[in-house]
């Protein structure tokens, strides 16, 4: 079975820097999609970024960019120029492609910035 | 733009009592999915159903069960509920195994809690 996993509970950032959040999977399989959920106060998961394992290029959505090592089963996501707003849960997610029906989740890691 | 709904938002449930979550999708989507969030577990699969009429089971499926009558719906029971299911439940929805629209939407959560 996949398995992903998000070694870090928590983390901080002051606001306009830059942190990194890390994220390991395993798997047997060779094309498969990774996905980074925020979770806020709110509880309402957002999708922050996807990227597809066959893609060799690390996936970016403004702010928010991915470094994926798919040797080494890495998915960390890097948020740069920190926002009051992205204190957050965030999940790192892995979904197969040949059959891919379930979405397995992290354990999340609670983001903090600091004003 | 109504996405993912669930209903109800929050219930207090005595053990042994009955309840069910509904699930309503307004976007076509084949795939649906029941999750549990526990603090320090992430999102676990409870069951998930790849189109109307079929349901299977996720990472940890005792207590519950669920049927999908209709394409748009998806409810999950807790015939006789016990303390260990006080948690946040998560349904979700996707549209397709493969593809650029592969991530899942979710609800706003149900936080349910048995006394």
């Known amino acids: 079975a996949q398995t992903v996993t998000q070694s870090q509970p928590e983390m901080s950032v002051q606001e306009a820097e830059t942190v990194t959040l890390s994220c390991t999977y395993d798997?047997?399989?060779?094309?498969?999609?990774l996905f980074w959920y925020k979770q806020p106060p709110s509880r309402q998961m957002i999708l922050v970024i996807r990227q597809e394992a066959y893609k060799q290029q690390n996936a970016t959505e403004n702010r928010f960019s991915v470094n994926f090592q798919k040797a080494a089963k890495s998915f960390s996501l890097k948020i740069s120029d920190s926002q009051l707003g992205d204190a957050a849960m965030y999940f790192c997610a892995y979904k197969e492609k040949s059959s891919g029906d379930k979405l397995t989740f992290g354990t999340g890691t609670r983001l903090a910035v600091r004003p | 733009n109504a996405g993912v709904t669930q209903t109800p938002k929050f219930r207090v449930l005595k053990t042994g009592q009955s309840m069910t979550l509904l699930c309503a999708q307004d976007?076509?989507?084949?795939?649906m999915y029941w999750y549990r969030q526990d603090p320090g577990m992430g999102l676990r699969l409870i069951h998930y159903?790849?189109?109307?009429?079929?349901?299977a089971k996720g990472e940890v499926p005792d207590g519950y069960n669920v049927s999908r009558l209709k394409k748009q719906n998806f409810l999950l029971g807790l015939e006789s509920a016990a303390p260990s299911q006080t948690s946040v439940y998560f349904c979700?929805?996707?549209?397709?195994?493969?593809?650029?629209?592969?991530?899942?939407?979710f609800g706003q959560g149900t936080r349910l809690t048995v006394v």
């Open positions: 159903s790849v189109g109307e009429g079929t349901t």
């Open positions: 979700a929805s996707s549209s397709s195994r493969q593809g650029p629209n592969t991530e899942a939407f």
């Open positions: 976007m076509n989507h084949e795939y």
């Open positions: 798997t047997s399989e060779s094309d498969y999609y």
